[in-house]
């Protein structure tokens, strides 16, 4: 699956909390393909419960387990919101 980036003001429903939540690896947003829920453009997932997305960020419908059947294309961050620095400064105790 690839990882892409967008813009964060087409999500135009979801507010900036969430928005800083994906972008912070805390809960993680999906581009999807879904028979069962055509309209369903993107999945939310969260800590407690995941969301179908329209295109605009509307919730379609909530659900507390991800289907078998669902299509994840891509994994979705925003380039236009702070993302968390890498750990580089990792090492080895014993080296």
Known sequence: MDS?????????KLNATTKD??????WFLYGIEYPNIPTAKYY???DQMSFYLSEDG????????TPSDLILLNQISFDD???PSTL????V???
């Open 21 to 26: 939540l994906i972008n912070m690896g805390e």
């Open 44 to 46: 939310l997932s969260t």
């Open 58 to 65: 509307s919730i379609i419908q909530k659900t507390p387990i």
């Open 88 to 91: 580089r400064n990792f090492s």
């Open 4 to 12: 892409i980036s967008l813009h964060s003001t087409q999500f135009t």
């Open 93 to 95: 105790a014993w080296a």
């Open 81 to 83: 919101l702070p993302k």
